[in-house]
């Protein structure tokens, strides 16, 4: 039995969900404007609140956190920290809730039990967030959407 193969980052997928995530997040962006943070509701009759809060400005910079509201008290909602790269174009997953920083990748066994690729998934996972998100979020801010509306 030959020794398992070591994970290797696969940085160009990686660079181009992180490249999509940005042109995902635009529309949110135009949106919060100068506000420091925007509420959308997702679902009719007990809509749940996506809360989207600036945690940092900067001119090549800003830092988000996306917080999604629980379902149930024994499922944790999702909360994402996003730092959005202006000059670059591309937004990564820096921290995930309920963990801290998010690693480019992890031993494997590890005593967290995170996977060998955990930061690729949070990408991709953010990815599928802000299509969901985008799709059926309603908001009094301005709309954003393809079509000039926002959907629900």
């Known amino acids: 039995m030959s020794a398992p193969r070591r994970y290797r980052l696969d940085f160009r997928d990686l660079m181009a969900q992180c490249e999509s995530n940005y042109a995902r997040l635009l529309p949110f962006l135009r949106a919060l404007g100068e506000r420091e943070s925007l509420d959308l509701a997702l679902g009719r009759g007990r809509p ?27 499922v944790p909602a999702p909360s994402l920290t996003v730092r959005l790269y202006h000059d670059a174009r591309v937004a990564e997953v820096t921290e995930a809730s309920p963990f801290q920083r998010v690693q480019a990748r992890y031993p494997y066994p590890n005593s967290q039990m995170h996977q060998r690729d955990e930061k690729a998934q949070w990408n991709r996972f ?3 967030w802000l299509t969901h998100v985008h799709d059926h979020g309603r908001d009094a801010a301005p709309a954003w959407g393809r079509s000039g509306t926002t959907g629900d």
């Open 48 to 74: 749940r609140t996506v809360h989207i809060q600036v945690l940092e400005r900067s001119p090549y910079t800003t830092t988000l956190c996306l917080r999604d509201q629980a379902l149930h008290d024994a």
């Open 126 to 128: 953010l990815g599928e």
